[in-house]
Each structure stands twice: as C-alpha cells, then as structure tokens.
C-alpha cells in the first residue's frame, strides 16, 4: 500500500509560480511511475504530468507543457510539480497519484494511488 500526501497549494497571483510536492509513505516510490492530475469544479480530473521510475522519461499534457515540470527524489519519496506563469484557468485541486509498471499513462484508471489533493487558487 501507498500513502500520498500533497503540499504546496495556496493563493497566488496570476502570472505567478508554486511548487507542489507529493510525499509518498508506506512504500518507496523507486519503482512506481508517477504523475500529477487536477480537478476543477464541475469538471473531470484532468491528467497533467507523469514521470518515469528513474526519472528519465517525462510525458506532459499540451494545456501545461511549457509551465509546468514533474521530477522526483526518489531519496526523498517525493515527486514535484513545479508551476510557472499560473493562470485562473489552473486554479483546481491538484492530486498525485502512482502506478505500477513503466508505462506512461494519461487515464485515471490507469493509477492504483491517489493523494486527497492540494488546492491551488490563481488570483486574477
């Protein structure tokens, strides 16, 4: 079993930057494929990043490639999405989430763990 928890959300102003982490317990992360989603009210959960095991292969969404960069410490059992020239459009509950296999997905069923997410809020 895995445990995510993520940090990092908050109030910012558009134009602006936020870090969001995804500590993971119970297991380590080393062999997990792991990604970032959003969920926006009213709207699906929405993929946006998703990282190999060793951190080589990164695949993104085309709404955030550009602004938005997935890495991880595997060290640490954490992965990070960082977020640059945020929008109102990004303002969401942001979630990690973790998957066995190598394989890069982009579906939520395609992850065995969820964290229960961090809300970004942009300011216009």
């Known amino acids: 079993q895995v445990q995510l928890v993520e940090s990092g959300g908050g109030l910012v102003q558009a134009g602006g930057s936020l870090r969001l982490s995804c500590a993971a317990s119970?297991?380590?992360?080393?062999?997990?494929?792991m990604a970032w989603f959003r969920q926006a009210p009213g709207k699906e959960r929405e993929f946006l990043a998703a990282?190999?095991?060793?951190?080589?292969?990164?695949y993104y969404a085309d709404s955030v490639k550009g602004r938005f960069t997935i890495s991880r410490d595997n060290g640490k059992n954490t992965v990070y999405l960082q977020m640059i020239s945020l929008n109102a459009e990004d303002t969401a509950t942001y979630h990690c989430?973790?998957?066995?296999?190598?394989?890069?997905?982009?579906?939520?069923?395609?992850?065995?763990?969820w964290g229960q997410g961090t809300q970004v809020t942009v300011s216009s």
């Open positions: 119970g297991r380590t992360l080393s062999t997990y494929t």
């Open positions: 989430a973790a998957k066995r296999g190598v394989n890069l997905r982009r579906r939520t069923d395609d992850y065995d763990y």
């Open positions: 990282i190999n095991w060793g951190g080589g292969r990164t």
